[in-house]
């Protein structure tokens, strides 16, 4: 099983509530930073001015649908030790919508979601459809332990905005 951080629509991170203790007191961090001690736990919202809140984790098929947004959203070289695991699809904007560049979204889509062996190109299909003078419709389609996952995005090549559509597997929406 696949575990990781749940992050938004927009990338962000997505907090649990505030942690209380048997009592149900909300529990709070103090903050120790340049003091070189550590956080304690206080009950006390004027000791401690940061709410605990735990990270909430996404598992199995919608951690998957996860990665291949946050995928499809970065730009290189966005994350450091991963320098090449976005999709770069700004990189369209401006070009005009001929099959040469619903070709290279295409490959970048493939490149970013196949790097770090992430998926294997086996199990991907990727299809790059124009819609309008100016906007490209991408369909990728998963195939993983019998069940296929479809994920659609648009990109305006004129604008750069990006519209993505319900991801299905197995005849059930995760977004």
Same mark, same amino acid.
Request: no cysteine; net charge neutral.
């Given at each position: 099983?696949?575990y990781d951080l749940?992050l938004?629509a927009d990338?962000?991170?997505i907090?649990?509530d505030q942690?209380?203790?048997?009592d +149900?007191t909300p529990l709070?961090?103090t903050r120790?930073?340049?003091?070189? +001690?550590?956080?304690?736990l206080t ?6 001015s940061v709410?605990?809140?735990?990270l909430?984790?996404v598992?199995? +098929?919608?951690s ?9 959203m970065t730009?290189n070289?966005d994350w450091?030790?991963?320098?090449k695991?976005?999709a ?9 919508n001929?099959p040469?560049?619903?070709e ?6 493939i490149?970013a979601?196949t ?10 299909t990727?299809e790059a459809i124009?819609?309008?003078? +100016? ?5 990728i ?6 069940n296929? /996952?479809? /994920?659609?995005l648009t990109?305006s ?8 559509y319900?991801? /299905? ?7």
């Open positions: 099983m696949i749940k938004d990338g962000d991170l907090l649990g942690a209380r203790d048997a +149900e709070y961090y120790a930073m340049g003091t070189g +001690e550590r956080p304690q009950t006390d919202p004027e000791i401690g709410p605990v809140r735990p909430q984790i598992s199995g +098929e919608s998957m649908l996860q990665l291949v947004r946050a995928r499809l730009e070289p450091l030790l991963y320098p695991v976005g770069d699809l700004s990189d369209l904007i401006g070009k005009r001929t040469m560049t619903a290279e979204g295409r490959s970048m889509i490149r979601l790097y770090d062996a992430a998926f294997s190109e086996r199990e991907l990727v124009p819609v309008s003078r +100016e906007t490209l419709l991408f369909d389609k998963i195939l993983r332990r019998g296929v /996952y479809r /994920y659609a990109l090549l004129l604008l750069g905005i990006t519209h993505f319900a991801f /299905y597997g197995s005849g059930r929406s995760f977004y």
